[in-house]
């Protein structure tokens, strides 16, 4: 990596970095004057009203970011457009709750507008010698990434730092990937613009947090994220498909256990509860710190493997990743996390109880 790229990399960085930080203690005081605040209930993990909004610093950051560092295209006017739907919807839920069916409606538009109108898809890939043209499949492919995106960081946003850190530890890894490749497109300035944005946010949110990300926050990482990842997936090549979606191991793994937990129960895929990743590590005793440092680590894991994989060993990431796979297995048979463990014993307690009356 030349002088003049690392130059480059460190100030748009560092001024988001630096921006974001200065600008989130304003934005707090517009949260509370408004009331876009977070009230604690049985659900919920904190204990006092906290506001929200933080997403809008994070996204004040980004737009600094490309006005000083991008350059006009109509695949990034696509970005901004969607970009200001997300951030708009969830700040309207930010203020005053929406029904999940119009969240899902300001996603839907926003991730429209970036594949139809910017034309970022998932087109083709080419994976073990084999080649897959998607075709007109490839419009709601690639929507459906990005609805995903942005709903598994909503989903993982549940504790101090959690979503930030994780965007982050995203934004550096494909960040260091792209610039030691030397692919140096829109992907690699929104990616180190946005790890300036976060780890600004971050700053403040982590515990103990002053403030919330919100939907505001997490719809738009993870819309972000996506648009990242789809701008990367141009270079048609399984690492440039899968490479991401280790990246972000953790919220994904998070989201699908939700869904599996609650079509077992019965329940709506947006019913809320108790029993995502970080609430089962809260639940062995170990503080909010613990659990987020320790979700940190998994994840830095996951983006060492990803580094190793594309840039140094296949063979070497490959062993990390199997190593933390079986973390992942024997994660999910000592926890809650997939089977509710005391609800099963109890449906089996209460099938023995009336065989025996009967």
Known sequence: MNQELLTRILLMVFITFLFVTFIIPFVKKMALHIGAVDIPNARKVHKEPM???GGLGIYFGFLL???????????????????????????????????????????????????????????????????????????????????????????IDGLDGLASGISSIYFLTVGIIAAMQGKLGLDFVLTF????????????????????????GSMFLGFIIAVIALLGFKNVTMTS????????????????FAIIRRALKGESISTPDKFHIHHQLLNRNFSQRATVLSIYAINLLFAAASIVYVLKD?????????????????????????????????????????????
Do not use: W
Not at 340 to 346: A, F, L, Q, R
């Open 241 to 256: 498909l899968i490479i991401p979606l280790l990246i972000l191991a953790i919220p994904i793994l998070d989201t699908i």
């Open 65 to 155: 970011g490309y006005m000083l560092f991008g350059t006009h295209s109509e695949t990034m006017n696509s970005v901004l457009i969607g970009s200001f739907i997300i951030v708009l919807t969830g700040v309207i839920d930010d203020v005053k709750p929406l029904k999940a069916s119009h969240k899902f409606i300001g996603q839907l538009v926003a991730a429209c507008i970036v594949v139809f109108y910017g034309n970022i898809l998932l087109k083709d890939i080419s994976a073990f010698g084999l080649y897959f043209d998607f075709g007109v499949l490839a419009y709601p492919i690639s929507i459906f990434f990005i609805l995903g995106c942005i709903n598994c960081m909503n989903l």
């Open 314 to 358: 296949q063979m070497l990431g490959y062993i990390i990743y199997g190593i933390l796979l079986v973390i992942v297995v024997l994660f999910v048979v000592k926890t809650n996390v997939v089977f509710d463990g005391e609800e099963i014993k109890k449906k089996l307690f209460r099938k023995e109880k009336k065989s025996k009356k009967a």
């Open 193 to 216: 613009i946005m790890l300036g944005s976060s780890l600004g946010f971050l700053v403040h949110n982590f515990n103990p947090a002053s403030i919330f990300m919100g939907d505001s």
């Open 51 to 53: 506001p929200r909004l």
